[in-house]
C-alpha cells in the first residue's frame, strides 16, 4: 500500500458491529419477514458494538432481496428504525453487493460525508415457499404486486440460452467448471474430487457456525455422489454442490469513523479496519466473453488485493472464497496462489451456512469480524454475483491501515486489457463443431432433460447445441468422468424445431 496520505480518526473506517439472525418459526405464521428480519440484525449489530448507534445512520444500504416484495423497502425500514439518513439505497441483485456497499460506506466515511453507516439484508424464502406449498397467508406486509421486478443475470442473455435452459446460475457456473477443468488439464473425476473436498471442508466451517441454516460436516464422497435425497442438477453438480436458497436469515453490519467509534465508548478491540478492496464486471451477457476457465474481472479484482498486501493469498491468515458453485473458490485460489488444502471460509458457505441470495457475503462479513477479533491479523472476503459477473475483494484487519482508504477502487481496465475478442455468436451452423464447454440439465426425478453444448464452428463463431434426452450414446460421452469431451469435435446438425443438435465424430 502506498504510504501518501496520513489517517485522521474522523476520516478512518472501522466496523465496529455486527449482528445475524436466522428464524425457525414454530408456526409457518409466526415467520417473520424480510423487514423484521432485518430490523433484528441491525439491532444485535447495534448491541454488538456496546454503543447507541442506529439513532444515528445516516448511510443505509439495503441488500436486494427476492422472497417478499415492498413499495420502498429502504422507507419502510427507516420507518421501523425511526431514522432518516441522508443516504437510503434499496440496491440491485448481486452477491457481491453486500461486499461493495461495506466497501462504499467506508470511503463515504473516508471522504467525510457521515460517521455511521449500516448495510443489512434478509431473506425469508424457507417461510414464503413452505407458506405457498401449504395455502397458508402470511399476515405481513401486504406483497407489493406492483412493484418493480428486480433485473438478474437471466435478463441480460441470448434468447437461445433461454430456450436451451442454460440461462440461470446453476445451468450457467457448470460451463465455467467444464471449461477450467479441462483447462488445467484435470479429469472430470479429479474436478469432481477437487470440488468434494473444497465443499466439506465448507460444510465443516458451517457446522461449527451457530448462525448457519445447516449444521453438519458432510464427507467429500457424499457430496458428489447423486441420490434421490441429492439428486443431479447440472452436470456436474449436485443439490449438495449448490447454493441453497430456502433460508430464513438476516446480517447487518455497522461501520463508523475511528472518531465517532471513540466518542461511543467502542472498545478498541471491537474495531475492524477497512483497508481497501477493488471491482470489475465481466460482460453481462455470459456468451458476449472470450473464453470460460477464467474471468479476467475476478483476477483483476484478486491481483490488486494480492498487490496491497504486498504478496498473494498466502498473506490473508482468514478468506472468504465466495461459493455459489465450486468453480468460483477453485479459480479464485489457483489466482491467490493457494493450494488444493486451502482454507477457503470463515462462515460456511452458500451450500451449508445458508444462501440468503444476494445477503451471503453480508454474513461473510459478520464471521470474518468475529475471526479477526479473535487473533486474526488479516482478511479477504471476496464476494461475486451474476453469471461469474460482479466481483468485488476487500481486505480487513484489526491492525490500523497505513494510509487512507483509497477512492478508485475499479481494476475494470485491467480486466478489460487481458480480454480478448469475443466469437460472434450464431445459431445457424453444420459441419465440424469443436466443444468450447458443455453441461447436461437433469429433472427432478433424476433423469437426464437434455445436453447443452457450447461450439466453436469452422468459422470459429460459438453456438449452443442441445443434446436430446433420447442420444444417450452422446450423453455418456459427455458424462465421462475419466475424459473431458471438451476440446472435442462433432457434427452439428438442426433439428427439425430449428434448434443446433451436436454428436460427436
Not at 312 to 328: K, R, W
Not at 340 to 352: K, R
Amino acid at each position: 500500500m502506498s504510504h501518501s496520505a496520513s489517517l485522521t480518526p474522523d476520516r478512518t473506517p472501522v466496523i465496529v458491529g455486527v449482528g445475524e439472525f436466522s428464524d425457525h418459526p414454530a408456526e409457518l405464521t409466526a415467520g417473520l419477514e424480510p423487514i423484521d428480519l432485518m430490523v433484528k440484525a441491525l439491532r444485535q449489530a447495534e448491541r454488538d458494538s456496546g454503543g447507541k448507534l442506529l439513532a444515528d445512520v445516516q448511510s443505509l444500504d439495503i441488500i436486494n432481496f427476492l422472497s417478499w416484495r415492498y413499495h420502498d423497502p429502504a422507507a419502510l425500514l427507516c420507518e421501523r428504525l425511526g431514522i432518516a439518513p441522508a443516504h437510503a439505497y434499496y440496491g440491485p441483485v448481486g452477491g457481491e453487493s453486500p461486499i461493495r456497499y461495506i466497501h462504499e460506506a467506508a470511503k463515504r466515511i473516508a471522504r467525510g460525508e457521515c460517521s455511521v453507516a449500516a448495510i443489512c439484508g434478509g431473506e425469508a424464502q424457507s417461510t414464503v415457499t413452505k407458506a405457498e406449498r401449504a395455502g397458508v397467508s402470511l399476515p405481513w406486509t401486504p406483497f407489493a404486486h406492483d412493484a418493480p421486478v428486480p433485473l438478474r443475470g437471466a435478463s441480460f442473455q441470448k434468447p437461445m440460452a433461454t430456450t436451451l435452459g442454460v440461462a440461470k446460475p446453476v445451468t450457467v457456473y457448470p460451463i465455467y467448471e467444464a471449461a477450467s477443468s479441462a483447462h488445467w488439464g484435470q479429469t472430470p473425476r479429479e474436478a469432481l474430487a477437487e470440488s468434494g473436498h473444497l465443499w466439506s471442508v465448507y460444510s465443516s466451517v458451517a457446522s461449527q457456525n451457530p448462525n448457519a441454516w445447516l449444521k453438519r460436516a458432510v464427507p467429500a464422497e457424499e457430496i458428489v455422489t447423486p441420490t434421490p435425497d441429492n439428486r443431479l442438477i447440472a452436470w456436474p453438480y449436485t443439490k449438495l454442490m449448490v447454493a441453497n436458497p430456502s433460508v430464513n436469515q438476516s446480517a447487518a453490519i455497522l461501520v463508523t469513523s475511528l472518531a465517532k467509534a471513540r466518542e461511543a465508548g467502542i472498545a478498541e478491540d471491537k474495531l475492524i479496519y477497512v483497508w481497501g478492496g477493488a471491482s470489475a464486471e465481466e460482460p453481462r451477457d455470459y456468451l458476449e466473453r472470450d473464453q470460460f476457465h477464467q474471468s479476467h474481472a475476478q483476477n483483476a479484482v484478486l491481483g490488486s488485493v494480492m498487490d496491497m498486501v504486498e504478496g498473494d493469498g498466502t498473506a490473508f491468515d482468514a478468506i472468504e472464497l465466495y461459493s455459489c458453485f465450486p468453480t468460483v473458490p477453485k479459480m479464485a485460489r489457483r489466482t491467490l496462489k493457494l493450494g488444493p488444502d486451502v482454507q477457503p471460509t470463515v462462515t460456511g458457505g452458500l451450500t451449508f451456512f445458508g444462501a440468503p441470495l444476494n445477503a451471503y457475503m453480508a454474513h461473510a462479513a459478520c464471521a470474518m469480524v468475529r475471526k479477526l477479533r479473535d487473533g486474526g491479523k488479516l482478511g479477504l472476503l471476496y464476494g461475486q454475483g451474476g453469471f461469474v459477473t460482479k466481483h468485488h475483494g476487500l481486505i480487513l484487519s484489526p491492525q490500523p491501515p497505513r494510509t487512507t482508504l483509497a477512492q478508485e477502487t475499479s481494476v475494470q481496465a485491467e480486466a478489460d486489457r487481458n480480454r480478448q475478442p469475443a466469437p460472434p455468436f450464431v445459431t445457424e451452423a453444420s459441419g465440424p463443431g469443436k466443444v468450447e464447454s458443455f453441461t447436461v440439465i437433469y429433472g427432478r426425478g433424476g433423469a437426464a432433460e437434455h445436453g447443452v453444448v457450447m461450439l466453436r464452428t469452422t468459422e470459429d463463431a460459438r453456438a449452443l447445441a442441445r443434446v436430446p434426452a433420447s442420444d444417450t450414446q452422446t450423453l455418456a460421452h459427455l458424462t465421462n468422468l475419466d475424459r473431458s469431451p471438451v476440446g472435442g469435435l462433432g457434427t452439428i446438425s438442426t433439428a427439425s424445431d430449428g434448434i443446433l443438435e451436436w454428436r460427436p465424430t
